[in-house]
């Protein structure tokens, strides 16, 4: 298994994994939905905005994830993980994980202080993450108890003050 951050002539089969991989657990309109929401994170999104990075196997994408940039008003170098997918084939045998430690080292490299997702607690407790303030989230959540956060080396999450605002491909309550 290799990681590595995504090609551009990557964007399709990505987008098909995110596709398929939604579809499959969630139905096809969530599967349309993530989907769509990938393709706007690559092509729209400025790269400085934003992370990806895929997992392969004998050449082929088997999970992929995106992490990218949450603003505050105060001065904090924040991401949003999301979203992550591992092909139905191949789930169970820790490449999520994989991929969230993977980005997780690049983040912290680019001086990354603090990190969110939106998800299931079960899952990204093993990665690190504890509950996170509402207020550090730039939408209303449908479900906040899947707010999840963590501050990455020596910062804490108090210092985080401000409005929080998402990329764009993120500005539609409907992933919230």
């Known amino acids: ?64 994830i995106f992490f990218s940039r949450l603003t505050f008003d105060s001065p904090v170098e924040a991401f949003l993980l999301s979203p992550v997918a591992v092909h139905p084939d191949h789930q169970g045998r820790g490449i999520g994980q994989r991929l969230i430690r993977f980005g997780l080292e690049r983040l912290e490299a680019r001086g990354v202080t603090h990190l969110f997702t939106f998800g299931d607690p079960a899952f990204y407790s093993r990665v690190g993450f504890m509950p996170a303030p509402e207020s550090t989230a730039p939408f209303r959540l449908t479900q906040p108890e899947g707010w999840l956060g963590q501050a990455l080396e020596g910062h804490e999450m108090a210092s985080l003050a401000g409005v929080p605002r998402c990329v764009a491909a993120f500005d539609d309550p409907a992933y919230w």
Request: avoid cysteine; proline fraction near 3%.
């Open 1 to 64: 298994m290799q990681l590595s951050e995504f090609e551009t002539h990557q964007a399709a089969e990505i987008q098909a994994l995110f596709d398929r991989t939604f579809a499959d657990a969630e139905g096809p309109a969530e599967g349309e939905l993530v989907g769509g929401l990938v393709r706007k994170l690559m092509a729209d999104t400025a790269p400085r905005d934003r992370l990806g990075f895929v997992a392969l196997e004998k050449g082929r994408v088997v999970g992929g």
